[in-house]
C-alpha cells in the first residue's frame, strides 16, 4: 500500500510555537498532498508539492519533499489557536488513482 | 454557493435498511470520489468516477453502489446496512491536473 504514515499521531503545542508534522511513504509519487480537518467537518486542501519539487511556501505553511526517503514535512510557523485540527498527508502515484491518505496528525494549539 | 455539497449530514438507520446519500458539486470538475472515514479518522477511497471510468476499491462490498446521473453528481446507495456501516462518509471532486481535493462536509451515517 502507499498510504502514507503520519508522525506524531497527535501533537500538543502552545500558541507561538511552530508544529511540525511528518509523513511517509511507500510508492512513487506525482505530487504529495497536505489537508486540515477540522472537528466534525470536511477536509481542506492546504498545499499540493509536485515529486520534482523539494520546498514550497504558503503563508505560514511549509513543506519539504524528500523522494529519496520518501517522506515530508509540514511545518505550521507562528501557531495560532485555530490552527486545532487533523492533519492529513496524501499521495498521488499517477494522474487516475484517487488519492491515498495517511492516518493523520491531531495538532492542538494552546492559547 | 457550497462547492461540494453532500445530503442529508445526518442519517440515523436500522439495520437492514437501504439509505442513499447524495453528493452534488458546481465546480465543473470531471472526476468525483466518495471516502470512508472511520472512528480512528482514518479516510479510505471507496469509489472514484468520471464520465468514462468507474474505479472500485475492491475492498469494498457490493451492498455499495455510485451512481452518477450526470456530471456533478454522485450519489451513494448502500443495500442491507450494517452495524459496521457506521462511519462519516466524505463526497470529493477535482479536476485533471487539479490543485487538490474540494470535499463535501460529510455524512455521519449511524447504523443501530
Known amino acids: 500500500s502507499q498510504q502514507g504514515e503520519e508522525d506524531p499521531q497527535a501533537l500538543s503545542i502552545q500558541e507561538g510555537e511552530n508544529a511540525t508534522m511528518n509523513c511517509s511513504y511507500k510508492?512513487?509519487?506525482?505530487?504529495l498532498q497536505w489537508y486540515r480537518q477540522n472537528s466534525g467537518r470536511g477536509l481542506v486542501h492546504l498545499i499540493l508539492?509536485?515529486?520534482?519539487?523539494r520546498e514550497k511556501h504558503s503563508g505560514r505553511l511549509r513543506v519539504t519533499l524528500d523522494t529519496s526517503k520518501k517522506s515530508s514535512s509540514l511545518l505550521i510557523t507562528a501557531s495560532r489557536a485555530a490552527d486545532t485540527a487533523s492533519y492529513f498527508c496524501a499521495t498521488d502515484a499517477t494522474g487516475n488513482t484517487p488519492l491515498v491518505f495517511g492516518k493523520g496528525t491531531r495538532l492542538s494549539v494552546i492559547a | 454557493d457550497t462547492a461540494v455539497s453532500q445530503t442529508p449530514k445526518y442519517l440515523v438507520t436500522q439495520m437492514g435498511n437501504d439509505k442513499s446519500i447524495k453528493c452534488e458539486q458546481n465546480?465543473?470538475?470531471?472526476?468525483m470520489y466518495w471516502y470512508k472515514q472511520d472512528s480512528k479518522k482514518f479516510l479510505k477511497i471507496m469509489f472514484s468516477?468520471?464520465?468514462?471510468?468507474?474505479?472500485i476499491n475492491e475492498t469494498v462490498p457490493n451492498r455499495f453502489s455510485p451512481k452518477s446521473p450526470d456530471k456533478a453528481h454522485l450519489n451513494l446507495h448502500i443495500n442491507s446496512l450494517e452495524l459496521g456501516d457506521s462511519a462519516v462518509y466524505f463526497c470529493?471532486?477535482?479536476?485533471?491536473?487539479?490543485?487538490?481535493?474540494?470535499f463535501g462536509s460529510g455524512t455521519r451515517l449511524t447504523v443501530v
Open positions: 508539492i509536485r515529486s520534482n519539487e
Open positions: 470529493a471532486s477535482s479536476q485533471v491536473d487539479s490543485h487538490g481535493y474540494t
Open positions: 510508492t512513487s509519487i506525482n505530487n
Open positions: 468516477y468520471n464520465n468514462k471510468e468507474l474505479i
Open positions: 465546480l465543473g470538475h470531471d472526476t
